[in-house]
């Protein structure tokens, strides 16, 4: 495996610390004031849209996309240094374009989408125009088994009909976002991984009801938000399913797979930022006669820090390297070791940061509390911690097995 970077990626990685330095950073305290400042928190605030223009202008767009048709036409390994850098600021991603869960639905509809689905979707999240969610775990089941989904896509004629509870649908506050990607049981006798249906909904259709927006740990996230919708007898034309009857689960890997890994790049990102304000912080704090970084601890905890960031990020560029060269199915197992590894390293990195600021640390006066929040979530986003795994010590008891069968065959 070689991790060299490209010389196109390295141009990027410059062009993009340098926006990040220039435009995106100084713009952060700008983007809350307008935040607060506006007529709801649910709409954009006006400078986001001045620093996607300029992104747009910059080249930095799209990134995320490895189809050259509609994005930058990246591998998964050449994207990981760029979606890093993105991550050290929360609005960072969505500056370019490269936002859960835009990202994931945009590839969802280049995989599978019918033309007529791309010219009116995704052609719009492209451009920036419109924002998605992905409605997908439900209140009512332990969503760690997706096979326990209730929400139901009934054929009836030349429509479907959508029944069900959907919550942590992403991005839905935001009065942007025009689409929602549903997922349900469409064959309800079908085999346990093809019972279910994936379907475009627009959330101005009858029977869609917004009914809250959930907090995480305090944070609305706005104006991205996570929305708990309720589908009430919703129809829409039968062209909208995506795919076909029964391929939600197939539908469900092939998105989760690059949005898994990309959480893991932005996490990277996040942790990195983190260690850099601890260390500026710590030798400008005085304590007990020293500054903080000569003392011990603190020492122990920026080195600590540096080796669980450099750990993370190899496994993280092994995995894209995998996921390019022998497809996400031959990669699971490494998938769910890096989903596993990232968010924890990083909630470490930033407890320690957290720790080194004292009470700053847990204000808005720097961004540790709130990445902190955000990055504890993505222990049971796109599957908890647990399952992952458990998935993995499967895989790694039946590679054991074989390899064990091997040598008694060869003996």
């Not at 929305?227 to 129809?235: C, D």
């Not at 939600?248 to 990309?262: E, K, S, V, W």
């Not at 031959?330 to 968010?343: C, G, H, L, N, T």
Request: contains cysteine; proline residues 5%.
């Amino acid at each position: 495996m070689n991790f060299e970077y490209s010389d196109r990626v390295k141009e990027l990685q410059e062009k993009l610390t340098l926006f990040m330095d220039e435009v995106v950073y100084p713009n952060e305290a700008v983007y809350e004031r307008q935040l607060n400042e506006g007529v709801s928190r649910w709409d954009e605030p006006p400078i986001m849209k001045e620093m996607q223009a300029k992104a747009k202008a910059a080249g930095l767009w799209n990134l995320f996309l490895p189809e050259s048709e509609y994005g930058a036409g990246l591998t998964n390994l050449e994207y990981a240094p760029l979606c890093e850098i993105m991550g050290r600021s929360m609005i960072g991603p969505a500056v370019f374009n490269c936002s859960a869960p835009d990202t994931g639905n945009m590839e969802v509809l280049v995989r599978y989408g019918t033309e007529e689905q791309k010219e009116k979707w995704l052609l719009p999240l492209l451009n920036g125009e419109i924002r998605s969610c992905f409605s997908m775990t439900e209140p009512g089941v332990a969503s760690s088994d997706a096979t326990n989904m209730e929400a139901t896509i009934e054929r009836d004629g030349d429509e479907y009909v959508i029944n069900g509870r959907k919550w942590w649908s992403s991005g839905a506050g935001d009065s942007r976002c025009k689409i929602a990607i549903v997922m349900g049981i469409t064959n309800p006798e079908g085999p346990k991984h093809e019972r279910h249906g994936q379907i475009l909904v627009p959330l101005d259709t009858p029977g869609v009801n917004n009914v809250r927006q959930l907090p995480v740990f305090g944070y609305d996230h706005a104006p991205h938000g996570h929305s708990e919708i309720e589908f009430n007898q919703v129809r829409v034309p039968a062209s909208n399913i995506i795919w076909g009857e029964g391929k939600g689960f197939a539908i469900a890997q092939g998105r989760l797979g690059p949005g898994r890994i990309h959480h893991c790049m932005r996490l990277i990102g996040a942790a990195e930022r983190a260690l850099e304000i601890m260390c500026s912080r710590v030798q400008e704090r005085v304590a007990f006669g020293k500054p903080l970084a000569e003392q011990g601890v603190i020492q122990e905890w920026i080195a600590e820090s540096r080796m669980d960031i450099e750990q993370a990020r190899l496994l993280t560029l092994k995995v894209a390297y995998m996921m390019d060269t022998v497809g996400n199915k031959v990669a699971r197992k490494e998938i769910s070791m890096i989903k596993v590894v990232a968010p924890n390293m990083a909630l470490r990195v930033l407890d320690r940061a957290i720790q080194s600021l004292g009470g700053a640390g847990v204000s808005d006066d720097f961004p540790l509390a709130a990445a902190w929040a955000k990055s504890r979530t993505l222990r049971f986003a796109d599957g908890p911690d647990e399952v992952h795994r458990s998935a993995i010590a499967k895989m790694e008891l039946k590679s054991q097995v074989k390899m064990q069968e091997k040598k008694q065959v060869m003996r």
